[in-house]
């Protein structure tokens, strides 16, 4: 047993921000309601976002196996960041958008696709569909989908589909997912779906932050020592996502009422496939609904051998640093993601 307890005491810049801020009231919120706070969200730290901007941008469809398109954008390091590069060919990261399977768009993140392009990334930032509208599996599908187009054509050296798409040549063998929230149980998900397909080692990273590893109503609450109880009953009141939007978000995904490998990980996936994971960089917050689950499973990994790391940032709440870039942690978050990513080998 164990306990995380003690990451809820709030850094005073967040409790300070909090009181600059209007804190909706989500208790009678429709799906519309939250898609709409999700698309303003999404476009807030764009104009707080003063870092690198080194690269081109272009607005595309990648087809699925089944034929479906599905929007993205492509970030293209510019050749100043190449030729400091040393114009070796750059690596690939699939970014991976929050927003509780329901919405979200491809602004959630943009500052983070922009940052890996400054360090000679391409970065390929999925609009995957959404649910209750599809399936649960359809957001994993999609992002799974991208990747899989996007590498095939470049193991097959079809050029043609490349350049349609606007995908300059990169390395193959240094492809990474990042996920934030809704996005990193994507990225898992992918993760899971590429060791079945029995293509374990071609995805060499995974980026998670604020990952949901477990159904709420599966959690383990047996493995918490804490008497305030895991994170989803210690910080149920949680800014930014609580108990109750956690649950709408997790019935509108409509997950299988049985334990499903790809969302409920920490308690459903075996050990053979986990030990398969590939570098994992997990980025944990302190006053987060989904808290102990990621810590579980990142203890779990660790304990399997998985190479992975974990950063926790006490006292802020969920994904703060994916839109709050005028805070102090945020650059510490990405001062902490630069050494991640030189770690997993990304630049």
């Known amino acids: 047993m164990t306990s995380y307890a003690e990451h809820s005491k709030i850094a005073p810049e967040f409790e300070h921000m909090l009181t600059l801020i209007p804190r909706p009231d989500s208790a009678n919120y429709s799906l519309e ?14 104009t707080l976002y003063s870092g690198p901007k080194d690269c081109e941008t272009k607005e595309t469809a990648i087809p699925i196996s089944d034929g479906t398109p599905i929007p993205v954008r492509i970030y293209t390091p510019n050749e100043t960041v190449r030729a400091v590069a040393g114009n070796k060919l750059p690596s690939i990261v699939f970014h991976l958008h929050g927003g509780g399977w329901i919405g979200g768009n491809v602004e959630f993140g943009h500052p983070h696709c922009l940052w890996f392009a400054s360090h000679n990334v391409i970065v390929v930032n999925v609009g995957y569909r959404f ?10 599908n999609d992002s799974y989908g991208v990747y899989r187009a996007i590498h095939d054509a470049a193991v097959n050296k079809d050029s043609d589909s490349l350049q349609k798409w606007g995908i ?15 996005g ?15 293509r374990a080692g071609v995805i060499k990273g995974l980026f998670l932050h604020g990952l949901p590893a ?15 109880g895991p994170s989803t009953v210690q910080n149920k009141n949680a800014p930014f996502v609580n108990a ?39 980025e944990a917050y302190g006053m987060d609904v989904l808290r102990d689950g990621q810590l579980l499973f990142a203890e779990r990994m660790k304990e399997l051998g998985v190479d992975s790391r974990v950063q926790i940032h006490s006292g802020y709440g969920h994904c703060l640093f994916s839109t709050a870039w005028m805070l102090e942690g945020s650059k510490v978050a990405l001062d902490k993601l630069e050494e991640a990513s030189r770690w997993m080998g990304v630049f």
């Open 244 to 282: 109750v939007d956690l649950g709408r978000f997790t019935a509108w995904r409509n997950s299988p009422p049985e334990a499903d490998i790809y969302f409920s990980p920490l308690v459903a996936l075996d050990d053979d496939k986990l030990k398969q994971f590939p570098k994992v960089y997990h």
């Open 184 to 198: 990193a149980q994507i990225a898992t998900a992918c993760a899971i779906i590429d060791i079945e397909s029995t």
């Open 214 to 228: 477990v159904d709420p109503h599966l959690f383990p609450t047996e493995k918490i020592s804490s008497d305030q």
């Open 168 to 182: 300059p040549e990169f390395d193959t063998e240094k492809v990474y997912l990042y996920g934030t929230s809704a």
């Open 131 to 140: 649910c209750p509208e599809n399936s649960y599996d359809t957001p994993q």
């Open 33 to 46: 309601d939250y898609r709409r706070v999700l698309d303003g969200l999404a476009t807030f730290p764009n």
